[in-house]
């Protein structure tokens, strides 16, 4: 890593200051029933409960305050079909500056719905990455907007470390921390603030089996491309960046990975067990422990249920968690 792509602590402490006004200090949650299933103690830091349901608004807040008044009048851009998107489309209210959102037409009409409520402008383009590309750059090229990357960007890591940096401070003797890993930027996010405020604790990813390519991107030291399969945890079927990456090996990241059907148990047990609302990718740290539940026996974890935008009205109809 170079000295203008490296995230640390001080940076993290900034963001959290930074931000500290526009987003909420999420609560700590603890159950009983899952700490006696696991035989450990475990600590939720309920990121569902976040502004725009997910952990997303840390990052993009933190980006958009950062730009100078003349980036920030031309407005921000993105491509998203998911919780950055709303992300973003808050953290320029904020500004009141334009945000337009480049999102596929197959993006679920709840995200859509959420987006417009904040005020961004939707472009549409075909469901595919090379359409979304292709559809930001003219975005781009016609208005002047500054984009505003999911993860794969310092500003975006240092933001959304600001959630393990508030878990350590409430929780100061954690042995293990664990988040759900698709492009890296919450992971990356939370290594740095863990290495910085506790250098011995265990930092581990959790993603799909179907969708396991931080494991072996940092297994075979290259990235590799996310896969075509299709995960119910699908705000994690993304590649990383090459920042995040970077990241991920300097802080000797562990991933682990969990089955579709685990991340569904996982899913009903925090949603029975702790009241909790959480989309599945959530539900994803839990799922690894639920097949691999050595990891933390006799332990102190801290979780980061990174959102809660699930579509409650489909799942009633039991068609979100089908796989």
Do not use: W
């Not at 299933?37 to 958009?64: D, H, P, S, T």
């Not at 719905?113 to 075909?126: F, H, K, P, R």
């Not at 470390?161 to 759900?180: K, Q, R, W």
């Amino acid at each position: 890593m170079t000295p203008s792509t490296i995230v640390t602590l001080f940076d993290v402490q900034q963001a959290a200051e930074r931000i500290r006004p526009y987003v909420h200090r999420t609560p700590i949650h603890t159950s009983s029933a899952l700490n006696r299933m696991f035989g450990a103690q475990l600590v939720f830091k309920c990121e569902n409960l976040q502004k725009i349901g997910a952990f997303k608004a840390r990052g993009a807040v933190n980006a958009v305050l950062q730009l100078d008044q003349a980036t920030a009048q031309r407005g921000v851009a993105t491509h998203s079909s998911g919780n950055h998107a709303q992300a973003l489309a808050y953290a320029a209210g904020l500004r009141n500056i334009p945000c337009t959102i480049v999102m596929p037409t197959s993006a679920p009409a709840v995200k859509r719905s959420a987006v417009l409520g904040y005020g961004a402008t939707i472009v549409d383009c075909a469901p595919t990455l090379a359409a979304r590309e292709a559809t930001l750059t003219q975005v781009v090229e016609q208005t002047g907007a500054h984009v505003v990357p999911p993860y794969n960007d310092i500003r975006v890591i240092a933001g959304q470390g600001t959630a393990a940096l508030e878990l350590l401070e409430e929780v100061s003797d954690l042995d293990i921390v664990m988040a759900p890993v698709g492009g890296g930027g919450l992971m990356s996010g939370t290594a740095v603030a863990c290495r910085g405020m506790q250098p011995n604790i265990d930092v581990i990813g959790a993603e799909p089996s179907v969708a396991d390519d931080a494991a072996r991107s940092l297994r075979d030291g290259v990235i590799h491309p996310a896969p075509t399969t299709q995960t119910i945890a699908d705000g994690l079927r993304t590649s990383l960046g090459d920042v995040t990456f970077a990241h991920l090996r300097h802080h000797s990241v562990d991933i682990r990975t969990a089955s579709e059907e685990s991340i569904v148990e996982a899913l009903y047990l925090v949603m029975e067990r702790m009241k909790l609302v959480i989309e599945p990718s959530a539900a994803v740290t839990l799922a690894v422990l639920l097949e691999q539940p050595e990891l933390v026996r006799g332990k102190k974890v801290g979780i980061i249920l990174c959102g809660g935008n699930l579509d409650v009205r489909t799942l009633m109809h039991g068609v979100t968690v089908g796989f």
